[in-house]
């Protein structure tokens, strides 16, 4: 016999509860294939969110850190390097703020910003402070 001759013999309610478990198997089956897909895909997104953030940390390496005295402001510090980037005024303190995640009129003496000038451009004569 055929499983589709069992089927024609069994009661309603019978027929019922194998159409269930066959459901449920093949529902087993297919979630496995779903969860290692739905896990894999996270896996992938964790990999990148990571592999993006080191590679944002990496890239300000390369860049000159600067201590801020009294008085000193994005804008002069963006003069007084002129030299060394190719920025324009407003382009330096967007970046200034977006690479030290501060707002460029709410600096303080003392603190240490990431400037867009590469750490040899200092090393070979451009003035630092």
Do not use: C
């Not at 499983?3 to 198997?25: A, D, S, Y």
């Not at 963006?78 to 324009?88: G, I, M, P, Q, V």
């Amino acid at each position: 016999m055929t499983r589709t001759e069992v089927l024609f013999i069994l009661k309603p309610e019978q027929i019922f509860v194998f159409g269930v478990i066959g459901m449920r198997k093949q529902a087993r089956g297919l979630s496995g294939i779903d969860f290692l897909v739905i896990i894999s895909f996270v896996a992938v997104l964790i990999f990148v969110f990571v592999s993006l953030r080191a590679a944002a940390a990496e890239g300000y390496d390369r860049y000159t850190e600067i201590e801020l005295e009294r008085g000193d402001t994005v804008l002069e510090i963006a003069e007084e390097y002129r030299d060394a980037h190719e920025l324009s005024d407003r382009n330096f303190i967007s970046w200034v703020e977006e690479a030290n995640k501060i707002d460029a009129d709410r600096i303080v003496a003392g603190d240490t910003l990431i400037i867009p000038v590469e750490a040899n451009a200092t090393a070979l004569g451009v003035k630092e402070k």
